[in-house]
């Protein structure tokens, strides 16, 4: 009886192979767990650049064939030169007001005869020195004039419209514009704003400074809407979105919300909302047809229909993708980033040549190693493990192929998304210091701003100088000329 309960030779060989099956996919899970691990650390302590080291050119392959041989250009012989001397210090700005202070030597007369010193030069050393901010008030005055002989009437001055930027307020344009500049472009919340003012004796709650940005944003609206429209009219844009924390009122805690971006040459326009569903990519681009460089993020599939956008892809994601993993395959992944790096380098030297002349460079050198790259991602996909890290940077890549080499077929188009990526960067300082907006309505008040003192960046246009200017003329200013506010616009007409 003992002897038939005893577990046959097979039935230990099956128990074998299962624990070594469970020993293979807890190590599987280690090595996943200690991947992420080490991103985080990346994250939080590494640095951040993404630029890729120069690799040894006698690495190892993994397979017995080798990869395309890269084309080198020739060089260049250029003529040594000696180097001049530096200048030192830049010179201070000429148009800054300059004061003026003397010091006469100690004697006046001659040690020797005693007769007057008279100047013969001087030597001037120049100091940069700063002046606190200073609040001033315009009293507007409606002088009252009546007729001395008959006095049969009272005739009285009005206050032309422009010249009250927000109703009953009593802010003016210079200071209302430098409070949005302070918290929407150098990052400053509300409350630090609150506690600068009150150094200078100025008693400003931060109830009135949210109420002062509101009726502005209310007055600025239309112009960011203009800058979308004028937006979807380019042949390509960019498209991506960043969350930001939202106070609700009704939940009593931190929502996160969205706030969805799309950027082309006449500008960036940031739109704000709850989701990140694929509904809101559509309210954005509505109907546009042509050209948009999204990451893989399935939320703008939506605006991918049959004949109508194509999907450009980025390929600094994927490249980040596979610096994420590169030390766990550090062989295979370094044949990646260097050829991610040579398509790259391809770029840079096309970076000042016209479409026709960059499209013909990409078709000349691109097409070719990006064929011989997706023959190595292929082979290199086939041969590793389903649950490798590896595997996901992989699929992430070959899954949206079509995507990653549409921008070899027209000149206009970019290798990655990263020119709407730094327009979102500004945002993810601010929401460093004020940590989240008071409201849903205080977000989409954001995105109205961030959408204005970007594109103001954009286009070389100083932003205070363009607010203030622009709050003053958005009173009187036809609705149907309401392009020649937008940054560009105020740059060609009024600056």
């Known amino acids: 009886m003992e002897a038939q309960n005893q577990p046959s030779y097979k039935d230990l060989q099956n128990e074998n192979a299962e624990l070594w099956r469970r020993v293979g996919r807890l190590e599987q899970d280690l090595q996943n767990v200690l991947t992420q691990y080490r991103e985080l650390k990346r994250h939080v302590f590494g640095r951040k650049s993404e630029k890729l080291d120069v690799l040894s050119q006698g690495q190892q392959q993994l397979f017995s064939r080798e990869l395309p041989e890269l084309e080198h250009e020739p060089e260049i012989e250029v003529s040594s030169y000696t180097r001049g001397k530096r200048n030192g210090r ?48 315009r009293e507007h005055a409606r002088i009252k004039k009546s007729c001395p002989q008959c ?8 206050r032309p419209a422009a010249a009250q930027v927000i109703e009953k307020g009593r802010v003016g344009a210079g200071l209302l514009a430098y409070i949005l500049i302070s918290k929407y472009c150098d990052h400053l919340p509300l409350h630090r704003l609150e506690q600068m003012f009150s150094r200078y004796g100025l008693e400003l709650s931060r109830s009135t400074l949210c109420d002062w940005v509101r009726q502005a944003v209310e007055l600025l609206s239309p112009i960011a809407e203009r800058i979308r429209l004028d937006i979807l009219m380019a042949a390509a844009v960019f498209a991506d979105e960043t969350h930001l924390k939202v106070q609700d009122g009704e939940k009593k805690g931190l ?8 950027l082309g040459p006449p500008g960036v326009y940031f739109h704000y909302s709850k989701s990140r569903a694929g509904f809101v990519a559509k309210e954005l681009l509505g109907n546009y047809r042509g050209y948009v460089h999204t990451d893989a993020y399935a939320g703008y599939n939506p605006v991918f229909l049959p004949e109508a956008c194509i999907r450009v ?29 040579e398509l790259y380098k391809i770029e840079k ?12 460079l990409r078709q000349k050198k691109s097409e070719r190693l990006l064929i011989s790259l997706e023959e190595y991602l292929d082979a290199l996909n086939e041969i590793t493990l389903p649950r490798h890290p590896l595997k996901s940077a992989l699929e992430y890549t070959l899954n949206q192929w079509d995507a990653l080499t549409v921008y ?81 616009g105020w740059k060609k007409n009024f600056s």
């Open 151 to 158: 006095k049969c009437g009272v005739s009285q001055g009005k």
């Open 255 to 262: 929502h996160t919300g969205y706030l969805w971006g799309a």
């Open 349 to 360: 030297q096309a970076k000042n040549f016209s479409c026709e002349q960059r499209q013909a």
């Open 313 to 341: 892809g980025c390929w600094a994601h994927v490249r980040r993708k596979f610096i994420e993993v590169q030390k766990l395959s550090p062989n295979d992944v370094g044949n990646v980033l260097k050829r991610i790096a």
């Open 90 to 137: 830049k010179p201070l700005p000429k148009d800054l007001p300059r004061e003026r202070v003397e010091y006469e030597p100690e004697e006046q007369n001659c040690s020797s005869c005693g007769a007057e010193l008279e100047k013969i030069g001087e030597d001037i050393t120049e100091e940069l020195e700063y002046v606190p901010a200073r609040f001033f008030i």
């Open 408 to 488: 070899t077929t027209n000149g206009i188009l970019s290798m990655d998304n990263n020119p709407i990526e730094q327009q979102i960067r500004p945002i993810a300082l601010g929401r460093k210091n004020y940590l989240f907006a008071g409201s849903h309505d205080g977000a989409r008040r954001a995105a109205v701003l961030y959408t204005l003192i970007n594109t103001c960046k954009m286009h070389g246009v100083n932003p205070f100088e363009y607010l203030q200017d622009v709050l003053r003329r958005v009173h009187v200013h036809p609705a149907s000329r309401i392009s020649e506010l937008t940054p560009a």
